[in-house]
């Protein structure tokens, strides 16, 4: 999965969390396997977010200390033995967002995705085979846009009455007016243009391959088609170092910023990477019946990331040896349960 930005929590958080300025401290210029394990260990024991519905024994787990115990930094053996081992500690993590990149020298780019290492994916497309299909559904106006180098999307109408978005990464909100790209300002102001005119009667979204993308769009983007507020579920976050020291649960709102008093019927376009903040928003829509989804059940990492100076737990790098991504804090839906690992089942 890409890097997934997704900050539900608004103000209470400012107010309520204690900003992380008591960070696990620097392993040093020249750490041994086992300062390497032991920092990692206790990272998870006390910044994992899941720990009150994993089903991973992490105490079990120190048992690989010994293991560690016999390995040498600066062998490259060594060093292969050592991913393998990370690989095994976490290979039933339920986070779907977790991952390990490997930083050291003679192991760097290798990376460790347990959820995707576990789906089996049958025939799922990728989103430029896809991009095909719809540029061939698109019969009149059409558009395209994209703000950086790996992300895309085209816009168009496939009837009078029908108009079509797909993307494969949400950054607009963070991106729009920037001065990065004018054609991508303007593809977007006809979209927005398109949604809001009462001609318009159906929206087809394709997040099929889409990996998700900055939660700033869910009001941006969503939010123009949407005529009300919605509390589509809650958050929940770690509030100190105790493995299950929880937040209250917090209401997850996704803010309207439709014109229109009526809005066009939706029609959400999945497949098994469809991911994070795209999940979220065919879970927001599907859940209060604004349309309907068709294709696959999504992913399943619908938890929020952000930076560990602002949450008890979530991404962190152990020096120059490898970088965890991880959950900041976990999203549930509106009956107050997890679908993380679960994703979202088409109608």
């Not at 970088?323 to 997890?338: E, G, Y």
Request: aromatic content about 12%; hydrophobic content about 35%.
């Amino acid at each position: 999965m890409k890097k997934i930005y997704f900050i539900v929590l608004c103000c209470y958080i400012c107010m309520t969390s204690s900003c992380s300025d008591d960070l696990p401290g620097e392993i040093g210029q020249n750490p041994t396997m086992v300062d390497i394990f032991d920092q990692f260990y206790h990272f998870m024991d006390e910044r994992y977010v899941f720990w009150d519905l994993e089903n991973t024994d992490w105490d079990q787990m120190h048992q690989y200390r010994s293991q560690f115990e016999r390995l040498d930094i600066n062998d490259q053996q060594d060093l292969f033995s050592a991913v393998e081992l990370f690989r095994e500690m976490t290979q039933d993590i339920l986070d779907h967002h977790f991952t390990i990149d490997f930083t050291a020298r003679g192991i760097q780019g290798i990376q460790i995705n347990p959820s995707f290492e576990r789906k089996q994916f049958d025939d799922v497309p990728s989103y430029f085979d896809s991009l095909e299909e719809v540029e061939a559904m698109i019969r009149g106006e059409q558009h395209v846009g994209h703000y950086t180098n790996d992300s895309h999307f085209i816009t168009g109408l496939t009837d009078d009455q029908t108009v079509i978005f797909k993307t494969n990464l949400f950054n607009f909100g963070r991106n729009y007016r920037s001065g990065i790209s004018a054609e991508s300002d303007e593809s977007l102001d006809w979209f927005f243009d398109q949604v809001e005119n009462d001609n318009i009667k159906h929206v087809i979204l394709d997040l099929r391959s889409c990996t998700g993308g900055n939660l700033i769009d869910l009001n941006f983007f969503l939010g123009k088609l949407l005529i009300a507020d919605i509390h589509f579920g809650y958050t929940k976050m770690k509030l100190g170092r105790g493995r299950t020291h929880y937040s209250p649960l917090l209401p997850a709102i996704v803010r309207s910023r439709r014109v229109n008093t009526t809005a066009p019927k939706i029609t959400v376009l999945t497949n098994g990477i469809t991911a994070s903040l795209a999940e979220l928003m065919a879970y927001i829509i599907q859940s209060n019946q604004l349309g309907t989804l068709e294709g696959a059940s999504t992913y399943g990492a619908t938890s929020p990331i952000a930076a560990i100076e602002i949450f008890n737990s979530g991404t962190y790098s152990i020096g120059e040896f490898m970088r965890i991504r991880t959950a900041s804090v976990q999203f549930l839906d509106k009956n107050s349960r997890s679908i993380e690992g679960v994703g979202v089942a088409p109608n």
